[in-house]
């Protein structure tokens, strides 16, 4: 499933009401962010959270320069194990 657009502070309250969704598909494509803060992270921990609660894998694809950076600063890649980037 993809995520489109920016994922921050303003955009992530309203995409937690569609975790369900995400976690559902095993996969998040992330091609399509444009922008991300730390708030954006923050989301996609959660939503690893959220799938390793209900005992399924979630895997992160196509992360975009700027996202994989923050993912870097906070050292979060083993984490998040993003396959590929943009």
């Keep these: 499933m993809p995520l489109k657009g920016e994922l921050t502070t303003l955009t992530t309250p309203a995409l937690l ?34 799938a390793s609660q209900a005992g399924k894998s979630l895997r992160f694809s196509h992360c975009p320069a700027q996202l994989r950076g923050l993912v870097v600063f906070f050292e979060l890649e083993e984490m998040l194990s993003i396959e590929g980037s943009t």
């Design 17 to 50: 009401k569609h975790a369900g969704d995400f976690v559902a598909t095993g996969e998040v494509d992330l091609s399509a962010v444009t922008h991300a803060d730390s708030a954006g992270v923050a989301f996609l921990l959660e939503l690893k959270r959220r």
